[in-house]
């Protein structure tokens, strides 16, 4: 709920989520604290269906979502990338259609995809989500949903969906894990046009670039 561009973190990326072309039904799930209420009436407010589960299950939790909601397909959005770009959603949907993978992803820079950590999404195949939440035993694994494939990437045919030129930066963070990641986001916001809504992933690389150039440049400055 803290906000960015006056916004709270969590409706604007509800909003940009929405507009991915690609996605049929979006579905905030959260946990079944009470201090997590707020969260259902803001996603409530946007007309968006909400998914109750345990805090600390989030495989569980999708798990839940994907039966209620009938999901052949899921696409995981984390609440910490308040410029998950739609444009960027559908490149990964159509990639992933288009490979017949497992899992795909261009959330963040891995293997060689050239992503901003930030701008992306999860994608995946609803009977792998179900076997998953079916075997994972691990705490870490039920919490971090994904990470049984990343621990055992032999089992899954995962694809990396490469970035667009444009917006090759694997060295930008747009996440949020820390005080600091948030003011470092609100400085970017600070003095530009107030339709984040309406950012596309061009505009936010743009931005940062500027922003932070010489951050980015400079040796032994901290990473980004």
């Not at 530009?192 to 743009?206: G, T």
Request: hydrophobic share 40%.
């Amino acid at each position: 709920m803290e906000t960015l561009g006056g916004i709270p973190i969590l409706e604007l990326i509800l909003r940009r989520v929405r507009q991915a072309v690609t996605v049929t039904e979006v579905v905030l799930a959260t946990t079944e604290r009470l201090e997590d209420q707020v969260l259902c009436k803001l996603a409530e407010s946007l007309q968006l269906r909400v998914v109750r589960g345990p805090e600390l299950d989030v495989l569980g939790r999708f798990g839940l979502a994907t039966k209620l909601f009938a999901a052949e397909v899921v696409v995981r959005i984390a609440g910490d990338n308040p410029f998950v770009a739609p444009e960027e959603i559908d490149r990964v949907v159509e990639h992933h259609f288009l490979t017949g993978a497992d899992y795909s992803f261009n959330h963040i820079p891995a293997l060689d995809n050239g992503y901003p950590d930030g701008l992306g999404a999860e994608v995946v195949e609803q009977s792998i989500l179900e076997h998953l939440d079916e075997s994972c035993t691990k705490p870490a694994h039920r919490e971090h949903v994904t990470s049984y494939m990343w621990d055992n990437p032999e089992e899954f045919y995962i694809e990396a969906v490469p970035a667009p030129p444009s917006i090759i930066g694997p060295d930008i963070k747009l996440d949020i894990n820390e005080p600091q990641d948030l003011a470092h986001l609100k400085q970017l916001v600070a003095s530009a046009p107030p339709d984040l809504e309406n950012w596309s992933a061009e505009d936010v690389v743009r931005a940062y670039r500027s922003e932070f150039a010489s951050e980015l440049h400079s040796p032994g400055s901290r990473p980004l």
